[in-house]
Structures are given as C-alpha cells and as structure tokens.
C-alpha cells in the first residue's frame, strides 16, 4: 500500500479508501484460519470436567499438579 499526500482536506475527503483482498478469502474462513492458529499454539493442557475433592489437601494437590496454574 503505498503512502498518499494531500494538499487540503477536501482533497483528502475526495480520495477512493483504500482496501485490501486479504488474499481472496472470505472473511469467516479467514476467521477459522485465526482459530485454527490459535489453537495450535495455545493447546488445551488442563483437565476437563468437574472434580469433587474430599479434603482441601487432595484439592490443592490437584492443583498443584494441573498445568493450568502454574
């Protein structure tokens, strides 16, 4: 994209707005692109479902062990 200069804003006002074709996709499959990079390299690395623990001892080990929290 290249750089415009005006003189005045009604110069300004009358020139075209530039746009870009982001490569001929649509913008929902761009969208899914962004998704499927995010996640590649973002990987769910903590545990799904609900846990029930039966002291805090056990639930702080669980957390401990997670890589969720550090």
Do not use: N
């Not at 075209?16 to 769910?44: M, N, Y």
């Amino acid at each position: 994209m290249s750089v415009q200069r005006f003189r005045s804003i009604a110069e300004m006002s009358a020139a075209r707005v530039a746009e870009r074709d982001h490569d001929g996709d649509p913008p929902f499959e761009r969208f899914l692109r962004h998704c499927a990079r995010f996640w590649k390299i973002s990987p769910r690395v903590y545990p799904r479902g609900v846990f029930r623990f039966r002291t805090i001892e056990e639930a702080q080990a669980a957390r401990s062990r997670s890589t969720l929290i550090g």
